[in-house]
């Protein structure tokens, strides 16, 4: 069982960046960013592959996040620039256990953190 730990998160001010991280105890395959606001449900935000080479993105969120990792720290980050208030979420990070044998992106995870919240201010 490989856990994972979210960091990073914080009160901030619309316009602000920050960048999180989601470190894992093992290794793990595909990882991916979600994010719950209050009173929704939670929403995929972004994926990436296993080596890193692949990336894909919410609608929503293009262009102004960028998912990356680091297999040596088997960590990966969420960039956010110009951050809005509706960007106000818990942010999970979720992984999955293989390197292959599921479609891209991925359509479920295996594992799951406990969240960060990022509260954007206006």
């Known amino acids: 069982q490989v856990q994972l730990v979210e960091s990073g998160g914080g009160l901030v001010q619309a316009g602000d960046s920050l960048r999180l991280s989601c470190a894992a105890s093992g290794r793990t395959g595909a990882m991916a960013w979600f994010r719950q606001a209050p009173r929704k449900e939670r929403d995929f935000v972004a994926a990436i592959s296993w080596r890193g080479s692949s990336t894909y993105y919410a609608d929503s969120v293009k262009g102004r996040f960028t998912i990356s990792r680091d297999n040596a720290k088997n960590t990966v980050y969420l960039q956010i620039n110009s951050l809005k208030p509706e960007d106000t979420a818990v942010y999970y990070c979720?992984?999955?256990?293989?390197?292959?044998?599921?479609?891209?992106?991925?359509?479920?995870?295996?594992?799951w953190g406990q969240g960060t919240q990022v509260t954007v201010s206006s």
């Open positions: 979720a992984a999955k256990r293989t390197i292959d044998g599921y479609t891209w992106p991925p359509p479920a995870y295996d594992y």
